[in-house]
């Protein structure tokens, strides 16, 4: 490991002269004098070495446990960012609906294609424009899948569809679309493009749950998705944290109603 430049090296090797001008003190005592003044400085030093490792320790250890929650305190974490959110989240116009937001390069949300045929063709051929390489719908009502592959064959189309009703996701959701996915996520020339009607539950829903797939901290994804697409509300967040971290969550039936309430 390369040394810090700023640190200095404390003594001398064995048998090399000192500049006196590197000297702790300018003139050096002698006899008893000078026995005393050098068990001084070795004690001060040795009190300032021991200072400096314990707030080094103590650094440590806080860096530590606030990079590394459990995973009960990162889902308190989660719901305070959402709860932070809800209270200064914009409304949905139709320019912010239809808009392709990236979230990072190899991650887009959208809202559904359209209506009409042309209004599907232009917003496709918008997708096609920006290099997105796989469509993740996550709509139950609808799909697209036959039109991309009549217009756009070279996309991947992948049905991972849910109700929009509020309600708790199944795991099932989402272990599908990281089945379908495969190594996409992992491959630095996917683009994704993950969509539902509108763009703001189920869709940026899905989008967290492959960021935690691909090492993203839980509220750093939630916060890019909503930097990207400030109109989202992610209200499925919870429970794709819960399928990421699985059994590990479930503390006690008390703490997890405690974090929901």
């Not at 959110?85 to 912010?96: A, F, I, K, P, Q």
């Not at 294609?113 to 917003?123: D, I, P, Q, T, V």
């Amino acid at each position: 490991m390369n040394q810090n430049p700023d640190h200095t090296t404390t003594g001398s090797p064995s048998g090399a002269k000192s500049s006196p001008a590197k000297r702790r003190h300018s003139s050096r005592p002698s006899g008893r004098a000078s026995h005393a003044a050098r068990i001084a400085a070795w004690a001060v030093e040795t009190t300032e070495r021991a200072e400096e490792q314990t707030i080094t320790e103590q650094t440590s250890a806080v860096q530590n446990i606030t990079s590394s929650p459990s995973p009960l305190e990162t889902l308190k974490l989660l719901l305070e960012a959402q709860r932070g959110h809800d209270l200064t989240r914009v409304g949905s116009t139709y320019e912010s609906l239809r808009g392709i937001d990236t979230v990072h390069e190899g991650l887009i949300l959208s809202c559904q294609l359209g209506e009409s045929l042309n209004e599907k063709a232009n917003r496709l051929g918008q997708w096609v424009a920006a290099g997105v390489t796989h469509i993740v719908d996550c709509r139950i009502e609808d799909s697209d899948e036959e039109f991309v592959a009549l217009h756009a064959p070279h996309i991947t189309y992948i049905y991972a569809p849910t109700d929009d009703d509020g309600l708790e996701r199944e795991p099932e959701w989402f272990d599908g679309a990281l089945l379908d996915l495969g190594t996409a996520l992992t491959d630095p020339d996917s683009i994704l493009l993950v969509h539902c009607a509108a763009g703001i539950n189920r869709g940026p829903s899905m989008a967290f749950r492959l960021l935690l797939e691909a090492g993203w901290e839980p509220v750093a994804a939630l916060n890019a998705i909503r930097e990207a697409r400030p109109v989202t509300r992610v209200i499925y967040a919870p429970d794709a944290l819960m399928h990421f971290y699985g059994e590990r969550i479930w503390s006690s039936d008390s703490d997890v109603a405690e974090v929901a309430s």
